[in-house]
């Protein structure tokens, strides 16, 4: 076996495949961030990147409050259980002050405003209640349920970064702070086309050489989840020059261009020299990664370009590593790893050594608990199990074979698919 490991990575080495952080480095050193910024109201903030630090005009909350439905008091250096105390009248959340006199309680629910002189709260569970008066049946300190003015947060303090990603916590965050509106970066404009003699758009007539393209409506897609706006550049000929022209025309509107097909080394590989062409610049990469080991990266004046591999697995895996890297950076946001958690595999995979492999793999149950069983084993043009898998494995270059029970990084396609 390992004769055998050898012999693999020292098949790869020569050919001078790069890793995966090299691949999103050099993808990413032909993006720069985009600087126009706009502002949005908080109903339409959701996916959009922060363009200034945002800071906090309320302290939250905004007065001392009651934590729970009880009963507010005077506890001083403590009460003890058996305290008896008059209920001197009620406050719900919302309502205006009421006052306590000294020695009684104030009937209060959670949320209300802490009366003058209280300084606590007891649970209603915690008395026995009648007759208009309270029995503690535990002692009770200072402090006791009440939530303090500015505990979660101070008055003029940075909540948060530009380059955040607006998520629904943030707008939380936002709402509670009273914004109405906030200042977010332009959304990324990427032209997307697919390149192939063979491929043909959905409504279109197939003949017997041709098949559907499935690669443009998915990087639409996926650029969409991602939160950017998207030019459907269509389908192009395996013509160098007319892919050139498509290119300079998507290069006039957009900030990023992503190409499917046409970037491995096959006659009608045409990405590299349409990019030239184009009056580019830009390299092919052959990354360690499988799928996805081909890929063009480049641009056009400030248009960055980045050529998928046609396979359809391939072109997702290549999207969801070298598009998350440069996208970062025309957002202004810090790249962030897929998320992901180590799972046992269920069966055992033989493999070659050399290159990270995604698979797509779906989570199941057995005698031994959680476990990942990989789907379509290898097909980097197989729709199906992508389809039916709910995320993807990640197994590392030197990992081969892959044993039954050996734990690999399961990326769920519920969390981080939108780069
Ligand atoms: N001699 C070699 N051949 C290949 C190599 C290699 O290293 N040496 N690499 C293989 C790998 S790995 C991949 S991935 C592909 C990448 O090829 P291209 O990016 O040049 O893509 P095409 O040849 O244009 O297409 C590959 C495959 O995908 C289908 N395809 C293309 N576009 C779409 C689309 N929009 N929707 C659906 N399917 C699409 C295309 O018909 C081909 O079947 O190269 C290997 N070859
Ligand atoms: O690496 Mo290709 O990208 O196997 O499908």
Known sequence: MVTESLRALSCDSPDGLISIEQACSRAAAYASAI??????????????????PVKSVLPLPPFHQSAMDGYALTAGDGLPSGATLAIAGRMAAGDEEQPLPQGNALRILTGARIPQGAD??????????????????????????????????????????????????????????????????????IGILSTGNEL????ERLTEASFFDSNRPMIIALARQSGADVLDGGIVRDDPQL?????????????L??????????????????LLAAGGRGETLRI???????????????????????NPVAAL??????????LAILDGRQARPLSGMRLPLMHAFNRRLGRTEFAPARVVQTDRGTAVEILGRGGSARLKPLAAADGLVRIEPLHAPVAEGDELMFHPFRDGFSV
């Open 288 to 310: 360690a990664l499988k799928p996805g080991k081909p890929g063009v990266v480049g641009a056009i004046e400030r248009t960055t370009y980045l050529g998928l591999p046609g």
């Open 243 to 255: 892919i050139a022209g498509a290119l300079s025309d998507l290069a006039r509107r957009c900030d």
């Open 120 to 189: 606590a709260v007891v649970m209603q569970e915690n008395v026995v209640s009648g007759s208009g008066r309270i029995v503690l049946t535990r002692m009770v300190r200072s402090g006791d349920n009440i939530r303090r003015c500015g505990e979660d947060v101070q008055a003029g303090e940075v909540l948060l970064q530009p380059g955040e990603r607006i998520d629904a916590r943030h707008v939380a965050l936002l709402a509670a702070q009273g914004y109405e509106r906030t200042c977010v970066r332009r959304r990324v404009r």
């Open 317 to 326: 895996v290549s999207w969801l590593l070298l598009g998350s890297a440069v």
């Open 200 to 203: 043909r758009s959905q409504g």
């Open 35 to 52: 600087q126009e910024h706009e502002e949005v109201s908080l109903s339409h903030a959701l996916g959009r990147t922060l363009a200034l």
């Open 257 to 274: 261009i992503v190409t499917t097909g046409g970037v491995s080394v096959g006659d009608e590989d045409h990405s590299m020299t349409a």
